[in-house]
């Protein structure tokens, strides 16, 4: 019973995350869906990392660049927080001049670009 408020967060999180990429796309941001998800192995019968971006701790969900910096957004539901990795990840994005956030909205998103609604 334990896993039910966590697949309906995955399930509110891979909504916000689809809503999200909508937007950017409406407003000419060039933005990716960062797959960093575990692959099932049939033959070992068991979940191994993926190889390439996704193999990095705590990597956000979406990449992109916006005004001619990186941009990583890290989705999470409205009750979802980040993990260690992950506000690390996102740190060290700040740090080396990129924009780096956690989005729990579509709103987030906008607040953070500096994008007014109207636009």
Sequence with gaps: MENKPKRKNKTEEIELQRAILELLSYLKIF?????NSAIYDPVRKQYRKRKGLGH???????LGIYDNKFLAIEVKSKKGS???SQ???LQNVRQRGGIAFVAHSVDDVLSN???NKAE
């Design 31 to 35: 933005a990716f869906r960062n797959n």
């Design 56 to 62: 990095m701790n705590g990597i956000s969900d979406i």
């Design 82 to 84: 980040c993990s260690d």
């Design 87 to 89: 506000v690390e990840f």
């Design 113 to 115: 670009l500096k994008i």
